[in-house]
């Protein structure tokens, strides 16, 4: 509750794609889970259309009046198209990372816990990711993603930059959530702010978490060991470009990426929630899109932003009975499309 008793105020960012189908399904899973105040704003490509921009400053200061912000997706081959045939055109890519930046939301969560039921929908064999329970954090406002970029001639340069208080800060998030350990992945070996990174972590390590065990992975390496021994994961942090890659890969371990939810989260601030899937502009309209990475990251808001642990346990549990009562979406190779995986989740919760 906010102060004067007042309902949770969520903003809602639709955004573009198969965003605006998911947002309704998560609308209706808070609909049964509580009582909210909402507030849909335009972001990513609709923003464009609407305002010129991909995220306006009236957007990003109802997102901080906000207690948490629920983002689905932003993108598409129409302001693709736009931005080939003039490179200053507004991307929609630009509304996402001026938000992350605007509300200094520099920890990405992106938890990755393949269901049971879902065991043999993955691409790798089932007892590769058996007992799979890891964490991705990403940092998500620094890095090559932010640093100085531009065209000279036939040449661009996109640059990378860390400062040690920005790995600090991600360090502990880190630190913080472990179970039982902490890989952090660079590429020390090549790269210097990886070097800082290695540095940095090592001595936050040995300063402030001595307790929690700590290694390191080179990425190349990392991404060999996601898929050959994912069990052996607990918490992995890393860069923004490094943690953008990996959750990738890390998301097809549960089946789908439109399996993988997400939480964004500051200093201050209910933080911001979003699946780590795209807009899926293929099959924008047709119904089929997956809701559950959706309801996995209102699960997140609930837990992280508002406070409410058990409605977030009450959600993952019934995304699992959904799933153990056979609900398969097009993605993970069956026929329930949005409406259908919603109404089995509702009925399981
Ligand atoms: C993600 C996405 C975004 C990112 C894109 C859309 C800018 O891939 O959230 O992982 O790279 O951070
Ligand atoms: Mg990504």
């Known amino acids: 509750m906010r102060p004067g008793g007042a309902l949770p105020l969520i903003v809602m960012l639709p955004g573009d794609g198969i965003g605006p189908e998911i947002t309704a399904a998560a609308r209706e899973l808070l609909d049964a889970v509580g009582d909210f ?28 009046r906000a207690d948490a912000v629920l983002l689905a997706a932003v993108g598409g081959p129409k302001w693709d198209a ?94 913080r959530s472990a179970r039982a350990k902490v890989t952090s992945v660079d590429k020390a070996n090549v790269l210097e702010t990886s070097r800082l990174w290695r540095e940095t972590v090592t001595r936050v390590h040995v300063e402030e978490f001595a307790d929690v065990p700590l290694d390191h992975l080179l990425v190349d390496n990392a991404a060999m060991q996601l898929v050959s021994r994912p069990a052996d994961f607990d918490v992995i942090v890393t860069e923004n470009l490094f943690g953008d890659i990996l959750s990738d890969e890390a998301a097809m371990l549960t089946g789908s990426l439109g399996m993988l939810p997400s939480a964004s989260i500051g200093d201050t601030g209910g933080g911001l929630y979003e699946p780590v899937h795209g807009s899926a502009p293929d099959i924008a309209g047709t119904g089929r899109a997956n809701p559950l990475a959706m309801f996995g990251s209102v699960a997140l808001m609930l837990r992280h932003g508002l406070g409410m642990a058990d409605a977030a346990a009450g959600v993952e549990s019934a995304v699992d009975r959904a799933l153990e009562g056979g609900l398969l979406t097009p993605d993970l190779g069956g026929e329930a499309g949005t409406e259908e995986a919603t109404r089995a989740v509702l009925a399981n919760l």
């Open 37 to 64: 105040d909402f507030d849909e704003r335009p972001i990513g490509g609709a923003s464009i259309d609407a305002h010129g921009s991909a995220l306006t400053d009236e957007v990003l200061e109802a997102c901080r």
């Open 82 to 175: 736009a931005v080939a045939a003039d490179p200053t055109a507004p991307r929609p890519e630009q509304g996402l990372l001026g938000l992350r930046k605007g509300l200094g939301l520099f920890a990405n969560l992106r938890p990755v816990r393949p269901s049971p039921a879902l065991l043999d929908a993955s691409p790798l064999k089932r007892d590769r990711i058996e007992g799979t329970d890891l964490l991705v954090v990403r940092e998500l406002t620094g890095g090559i993603y932010f640093g100085e970029s531009g065209r000279e001639g036939d040449t661009a340069h996109d640059d990378c930059a860390y400062s040690v208080p920005e790995i600090e800060r991600i360090a502990r998030v880190a630190f």
